[in-house]
Structures are given as C-alpha cells and as structure tokens.
C-alpha cells in the first residue's frame, strides 16, 4: 500500500471527529436540553488519539494494514455518532425526552457509572452461571442422545416438544421451583442454552465419519475412548455452535431473566430507568449492553480459533 493511501485511511478518523465537533460548535441547539460538554470533549479526545495512531504508522510500516483495515470503521462511527447529535439536539427531528442526543448519554453514563458497573458485575455473574449450567447440561445430554440410539429413540420427541419453547415461556414454573430471584433467572437462562447445545451437540456426535470409529476399534479402543477421544473431538465444530448459538439465547433471555425479582442487573437497570422516562441513561446501558454482549462473544470466537486452529477465519465476528 503506498504512503499517501495508508496517510488518507489513517487521517478519516481526525476529520471525521473534526467534522463532528465543528457541526456540534457551529450548529445551534435545537433541544432544549442543557449541553454538558462531554461529548466535544470526547470528540477531542477522539481526534487526538486518531492523529497519535496516523503518526505511528507512518512511522512503522507494519502498522499500516491494520490502521487501513480499522481506520474507515472508526471514521464511520464517529461519523454516525456525529449524525445522531444532528438529528437530535441540532435540529431536533427527533425530539426529546424519548431521543436524547449524545451528549445526554454521555452525561447520564457518567452519572450512574458506579451503578452501571455494579449491574454489569451481577448481569455477569447472572449470565455466567446460567450460561455455565446451561452448557454442561447440554454437553451431556447431547453426547448421551448422539451416541446411545435406545435414548436417543426416547429423546428426540420430548426435545421437539419443548425444546423450541421460548425460555421466558418458563417463568411461572422457575418462580414456583426456586425461592431465590439469581436462582430462577440463571435457570431461565441454563434453559435456554441447553436446547441448542443438545440439538448441535448430537448431530456432531452422529455426523462422526464412521471411518474414524472403525480405526480406533481395530485399535483396540473401548467405549470411553470411542467417545470423548474420538467422537466428541470430531464434532467439536458442531459443539462451537451450539455454544455460539447458546450465547445469543443467553443474551436474549438476561433481559428477562433480570426482572424475575431481581434487584440488580444491567436489564433491571433499563427497565428502573424506562420507568422513569430517563431515555438518556436507557440508551447509555444499551450502549454498554452492546460492548459487554460483544466482548464476550469475541472472546468465545478466540477460544474456538484456539481450539480449531484450522478452521480459523471460516466463522468470522
């Protein structure tokens, strides 16, 4: 790539924040929401570290692909957060208090940040445990039902019954089955996960060449050796996505699981505030909803690049 295309691609986050800050300067509020100048200074900041990051690849030439690659995304956002405070405290197309401009978010963020972080921990720890039991029950289940014929004959009705039942259908039961709020919804979440899990578990077990069998017998390899040293390594793909796929059920049930009673949580948090009518810290823990759900399935896709190697870059996050 030559110096004066990686320069351009390294300099589109400087002036897109510039942009950004000159329109937020220059244009008057149309809102009637009070400025608390965090997001110029954020924008600052933005600008700042842009120009740092543009200077050193320009000074090191393996930097370039990588600020290439990730410098028109960041200019993109920017340029979106920057369209967001038009349409909202400039010119008031989308008025308040149900679209809050970045500014109010920011603000609203900054005020609640120690409760913020003390519901992201217990929405953590929520998610954690559930996804935890959800996973190992699954893992078993569906190993058992791949393998054994006799329980799979059994299985598989009972799993297309309730199986595609929405775990949130559950929560009259798991309010009766457990006294304890983190018990019920880290059930409502296991229960999510398990279906997946079981369902992609079993058909890696049986989708196993039986190539790969007949060797390991000829080997002289018994039952437990055909089954967790030969079978369940081959379906390892097919038990990533289940684990992906009981990620995004987890997800999606944390919000529900969080108002069974729950006092604590980033979903009882949204909710408290919805009440309210508090928009602007609604959208400030959508926001950081977005970047901890990201976090961890980016760190669940490190895992699975880890452990198959070779099949990095097929599924990409």
Not at 94 to 108: E, I, T
């Amino acid at each position: 790539m030559s110096a004066g295309r990686s320069a351009r691609y390294a300099l589109a986050p400087t002036a897109a924040a510039a942009a950004a800050l000159l329109a937020h300067m220059l244009i008057p509020n149309q809102q009637t929401a009070l400025p608390t100048r965090l997001y110029p200074k954020l924008l600052i900041i933005l600008m700042g570290s842009a120009l740092v990051v543009a200077l050193v690849q320009w000074a090191w030439r393996r930097s370039r692909p990588w600020v290439a690659h990730h410098a028109p995304l960041m200019a993109g956002a920017i340029a979106l957060v920057g369209t967001w405070d038009l349409l909202t405290l400039k010119f008031a197309w989308f008025p308040l208090p149900y679209f809050p401009g970045p500014d109010m978010v920011l603000q609203g963020v900054l005020d609640d940040r120690v409760l913020l972080l003390e519901s992201a921990y217990h929405s953590l720890t929520l998610l954690l445990t559930g996804y935890g039991i959800g996973v190992a029950a699954g893992l078993a289940s569906g190993i058992l039902i791949g393998w054994f014929q006799s329980l799979r004959y059994w299985a598989t009705p009972v799993m297309k019954v309730i199986g595609p039942i929405p775990a949130t259908a559950y929560i009259p039961l798991v309010m009766a089955l457990f006294t304890s709020s983190f018990l019920s919804g880290a059930a409502l979440i296991a229960m999510a996960v398990w279906f997946p899990m079981t369902m992609l578990t079993s058909s890696g077990i049986l989708s196993v060449p039986v190539a790969y069998l007949d060797v390991a017998r000829t080997l002289g390899a018994g039952k437990r050796f055909l089954i967790f040293r030969v079978a369940v390594p081959a379906a390892m793909p097919s038990i990533f996505l289940g684990l992906f796929m009981g990620l995004c059920a987890a997800f999606l049930t944390l919000i529900a699981a969080e108002t069974v009673g729950v006092k604590s949580g980033l979903g009882w948090y949204l909710k408290w505030q919805q009440g309210y009518v508090e928009y602007a810290k609604v959208y400030g823990a959508l926001l950081i909803m977005a970047t901890f759900f990201s976090g961890l399935m980016t760190l669940l896709f490190k895992l699975r690049d880890w452990a198959l190697g070779w099949q990095k870059g097929l599924i990409r996050w």
